[in-house]
């Protein structure tokens, strides 16, 4: 196995870039900001940019929690790569990347200005200081897992061919999906909202569902990588119960997903009472007006 390191300060575009470079190398997998990625999974590790600060953040990038390090070795040893992308802000930074998780040295070195045209790292740079927010390289369904109450954005990006001499062999037009997100440590990173207001905002985007009567309350339990939710409901004979309790999760999971950005973990429907359908008001009246037998 060999390792190569991808270097560029902070903020110039190397997480944007890190799957075409790493699929130019032929490498297998990517280590960056703490995460292991391989094709469009987060196989392990913990995220840089969930830290609570930005020394946490650095120290998260580097390692050095001992059982944040043995998470990331044993799955590299599990699924034996023959390479290795280490993104780093130095080169001193990749070498001690891979002294901790007992990698070789880094044997080729890519430093960003090299592979990306100036226009794109100023362009990067730009958005990095005016808006604070961090790619990450694999796909929003796997982010979100790991980034649940963080402000995120999907992308979809279109790389052109490259003709830089630098590289191995001219990249094909490719389609790359990763994740904008905003760090725990920005300003407008990691949000709380209480349990209060999700429970409301269950109750508003149930409302119209054909077959409920009314949500009686709900629960949530939270989580590091997302909430459960528990919603005790009272629905309406008449109606295919299983049918009404199915459509309730459904728009649940993605209303909360959608509104709050949380991870849904899961979405329980528990029915715990069952009235008869109300009666048309004027059709009460007409039943009432009828002579009786």
């Keep these: 196995m060999h390792t190569i390191a991808f270097i560029g300060s902070s903020g110039t575009g190397k997480s944007h870039h ?43 990038a580097l390692f050095t929690e001992d059982d944040h390090a043995a998470e990331v070795k044993n799955k590299i040893k599990e699924c034996q790569p023959s390479s290795i992308l280490i993104l780093g802000t130095s080169l001193s ?3 001690k990347i891979a002294a901790r998780l007992d990698l070789p040295q880094p044997g080729v070195i890519i430093h960003i200005e090299d592979v ?47 003709t830089s001499d630098h590289l191995p062999s001219a990249s094909k037009h490719m389609w790359v999906e990763q994740t904008q997100v905003r760090p725990t440590f920005s300003s407008m990173g990691k949000f709380y909202i209480a349990n209060n207001v999700i429970i409301d905002i269950i109750k508003h985007i149930t409302a119209d569902v054909t077959g409920l009567d009314r949500v009686v309350k709900s629960s949530i339990e939270n989580s ?21 309790m199915t459509r309730l999760q459904q728009i649940t999971q993605e209303k909360i997903d959608e509104i709050t950005s949380l991870n849904v973990l899961s979405v329980n429907i528990h029915a715990v009472k069952l009235v008869l359908p109300k009666i048309n008001p004027d059709l009460k009246d007409s039943l009432k007006s009828l002579p009786s037998v």
């Design 224 to 244: 590091d990588l997302g909430i459960h939710l528990h919603i005790y409901v009272s629905l309406i004979y008449g109606y295919v119960l299983p049918d009404v």
């Design 93 to 95: 930074m990749t070498e």
């Design 116 to 162: 990306v045209a100036p226009e794109s790292i100023s362009k990067a740079k730009f958005i990095r200081e005016k808006y604070g927010t961090h790619v990450v390289p694999a796909p929003t369904v796997e982010v979100k897992r790991r980034f649940s109450g963080n402000f995120f954005n999907p992308i979809r990006t279109l790389f052109h061919k490259n």
């Design 18 to 60: 890190a799957i075409v470079i790493a699929q130019e190398y032929n490498t297998d997998m990517i280590i960056d900001d703490g995460l292991l990625i391989q094709g469009s999974r987060i196989l392990a590790g913990t995220s840089a940019k969930q830290a609570p600060t930005k020394v946490g953040a650095i120290k998260t």
